[in-house]
């Protein structure tokens, strides 16, 4: 079938035929039920047939959307209006220095960067940054790398992971020159600037000397993409006598490493979204190896800190044992030993219905616990003293004053008398903060503001409108909503509108500021941002009430939230676009089959609209991981007839779908490109409508895109037109854009 020539009211000029991939009907069969896929053969990722097929995709997204082109420009050039393009990050110490990025103007990467730390007894003057500026280096400035140098010539570029050893010497980081995500491990002599001949090829993300600088630990991942060792490399030794520390073989677990924040062990992290277990290191006896906190066989979600209270070791245990939002419990190693259920912890952070507990980690002097609370992230301090007792005191929250911002810790160290907090909320920039620990002569402690990202172009918050909001499912469920707009678009029901959601993973789309999206609120657009079902806004039953076979909450979750928002007298119901990526390009997919009249275009991402064909190959990239996520559908019937009966690409119909953007990287590793290469003919083929289905895909991107900031500039100003065009509102309303 070749799809009717589109024709724009701009230009009248018609666009090339959309490409017609050929038909190679391939049966899948499972539990009886036989699919047949007639674009399978468009994995071939080698075949020069495949090549040259998407290739013909982008040269028809280029003539169908080329009208945009100004648009986007525009965009982009708003986008680089506002922003300070040389600057600088707060620096952040670590031992004897301090540590920062600079960007700098006309050039694609961060540089980092570290200068010497004083030491003069007061511990908060200590740990207060040096005063730096954009474009001026400070004295005894040391560059560590240059991103701009080590991409030049490249076609891709991202950094992995990075560590210094304690003493400041050696340097290691991890570089990905072709976006999927395989990482090579260079060596630095920080005292010489010579690097060391140690290279390690194909290593996952993060990297950690041991304290004593002798070894490196890092990641490997498997044929599936799933990091399942963790290996030691000593300096000066082939790479092919590298230790495996851990090596897991269950193909449904994750595998990561951090060391405990006193740096005593290394600490493994083996789990699912639903059960975990974790692996401690002694460093000081390192030859004993590893010992369980608890087994998985006992199926508790949990993450352990290890560290020393009063001299004494302890355990400090998140963990969601009797209680469905976690809680924090104090744990002696010796009770270990007995059975779980014999076992005697000490409450620190008791469950609540209402506040879901998703981590906690400690300093020298304090817990540091990290909460979600009327859908907001935020953070509470417990002093160690009198921890778990009768004189544990009462926790301490850094106070701030909007209604809708995200709040998290960026870094601590242990020693140190504060922590390095980041804030943001919708139309407030990125602020960094340290705050310093209480103190019984200071018990609420004290936020010191470090910086508030710069944004350039004339902007003032006050423009803007941020709202709370909710909508009614439909099973009577409440779905908030953050609602944003210019402050002079008018109640009139005639605005365009974009609803954007993601809802898996217990992932939550939490407020924060983006000098992209002013782009799209100053054309008039309102912006909806579901926290649909299968995200963590509202804790955990949140996310298991938008999962497996409750996943279909996710999709009439978002219908929910556009018919709100069609009702919401701000817009037109007939200029309403939506837009996801990964896990919400699946979301994309589902709400076109099952309302595309509501939508004048979607926008997905890596779109993972192909998942039950991923999910039943255990062999694909990272699909054993996402059993936990889905079901696992090899295996169980019913799984299977659920996901087949959501599935966007098997659940296309004769249906007047909409405009449509596929967005894809050739180098993804987890939303492979087939996925919606397969979904873009599929919609084609059958849509009874006219409107253009179009796939852009970036040949030398991973799943991010493509690397370097002006490069990721343009990707996210061709969406963003793609949206204003299809809604029409591709003008600045009177007084807004740059000033």
């Known amino acids: ?177 072709a976006g999927d995500e395989r990482f090579t491990l260079r060596f630095k002599d920080l005292r010489t600037g010579e690097m060391l001949p140690d290279v390690i090829e194909n290593i996952f993300y993060g990297v950690s000397f041991s304290p004593d600088g002798t070894r490196l630990f890092y990641t490997v991942v498997d044929d599936a993409w799933r990091p399942y060792q963790v290996k030691s490399h000593v300096l000066g030794t082939p790479v092919t006598d590298d230790e495996v ?64 209270l009063d001299g004494a070791e302890k355990i400090l245990v998140t963990h969601n044992r009797n209680a469905i939002n976690s809680m924090v419990s104090l744990v002696d190693p010796a009770e270990l030993t007995r059975p779980l259920a014999e ?104 936020l010191l503001l470090r910086k508030e990202s710069p944004v350039l172009g004339g902007y003032s918050p006050s423009d803007y409108v941020a709202t709370r909001e909710w909508a009614t499912a439909a099973d009577g469920t409440k779905v908030p909503l953050s609602v944003l707009r210019h402050a002079s678009v008018s109640r009139d029901s005639s605005a365009a509108g974009l609803v954007y959601g993601y809802g898996s993973y217990e992932l939550s789309m939490d407020p924060g500021f983006g000098i992209p999206r002013l782009s799209l609120l100053d054309r008039g657009i309102v912006f909806v941002i579901a926290h649909i079902r299968g995200g963590g806004e509202l804790g955990r039953h949140w996310y298991e009430d938008g999962k497996k076979l409750h996943k279909k909450n996710t999709f009439t979750d978002f219908i929910a939230a556009t018919d709100w928002l069609a009702g919401s007298e701000w817009v037109s119901p007939s200029r309403i676009a939506a837009m996801g990526g990964s896990a919400g390009g699946l979301l994309m997919g589902a709400v ?91 919609l084609r083929a059958v849509s009874t409508g006219s409107e253009p289905i179009v796939m852009k895909i970036e040949m030398d991107g991973g799943h991010g895109g493509a690397s370097g900031r002006y490069v990721q500039w343009r990707e996210r100003a061709w969406d963003y037109a793609f949206v204003a065009d299809s809604v029409g509102a591709v003008e600045l309303l009177p007084g807004a854009g740059l000033k």
């Open 343 to 446: 076992q005697e912890w000490t409450t620190v952070v008791e469950h609540s219905d209402q506040v879901r507990v998703n981590g906690a980690g400690v300093t020298s002097t304090h817990v540091i616990v990290s909460v979600r609370k009327d859908t907001i992230e935020r953070v509470q301090v417990l002093a160690l003293a009198g921890l778990g007792t009768a004189e544990q005191g009462d926790p301490v929250e850094p106070a701030f004053d909007e209604e809708l911002y995200t709040a998290g810790v960026a870094g601590s160290d242990y020693e140190a008398p504060v922590i390095r907090m980041g804030y943001t909320s919708y139309f407030t920039p990125s602020r960094v903060y340290d705050f310093v620990l209480p103190t019984p002569a200071q018990p609420a402690g004290e």
């Open 592 to 682: 076109a089959n099952l309302a595309p009249e509501k939508y004048a275009a979607i926008v997905a991402a890596v779109p993972f609209v192909d998942a039950l064909t991923t999910i039943l190959d255990p062999e694909l990239p990272l699909s054993a991981l996402e059993w936990e996520e889905w079901g696992n559908p090899i295996t169980d019937p019913e799984v299977y007839a659920y996901m087949k009966s959501y599935t966007p690409y098997e659940n296309v119909g004769a249906l007047p779908y909409p405009k449509i953007a596929a967005v894809t990287s050739f180098n993804d590793t987890r939303v492979l490109y087939v996925e919606p290469a397969k979904w873009v003919q599929a």
């Open 245 to 308: 520390i851990y090596q897991e073989d269950d193909v449904a677990m994750w595998l990561g490493f951090d060391l405990a924040s006193d740096r005593r062990h290394l600490v493994l992290s083996i789990g699912c979204s639903e059960y975990s277990e974790t692996r401690l290191l002694r460093f000081d006896d390192y030859d004993a190896g590893l010992s369980t906190v608890i087994s998985r066989d006992e199926r508790v979600l949990y993450e352990a800190e290890p560290f020393l």
């Open 1 to 177: 079938m070749t799809q009717t020539p589109v024709q724009h009211p701009a230009d009248h000029t018609p666009a090339s035929a959309a490409p017609v991939a050929r038909k190679i009907p391939t049966e899948r069969t499972h539990h009886g039920d036989t699919f047949v896929d007639n674009y399978e053969w468009l994995r071939a990722k080698d075949s020069e047939d495949v090549v040259e097929h998407l290739k013909a995709e982008n040269a028809y997204q280029e003539a169908v959307t080329a009208h945009q082109e100004p648009l986007r420009e525009a965009i982009f050039q708003e986008i680089k209006g506002r922003t300070q393009e040389t600057d600088l990050s707060v620096p952040n110490r670590k031992d004897g220095w301090w540590y920062y990025t600079r960007s700098v103007e006309g050039k694609e990467y961060g540089i980092q960067c570290r200068v010497k730390a004083l030491n003069t007894g007061d511990p908060v003057a200590d740990w207060t940054p040096p005063a730096v500026e954009a474009g001026v280096e400070l004295p005894g400035e040391e560059v560590l790398l240059d991103c701009n140098v080590e991409a030049e010539g490249k076609p891709f570029f991202a950094v992995g992971g990075t560590a210094v050893t304690v003493d400041g010497n050696l340097y290691a980081y991890a570089v990905d020159n």
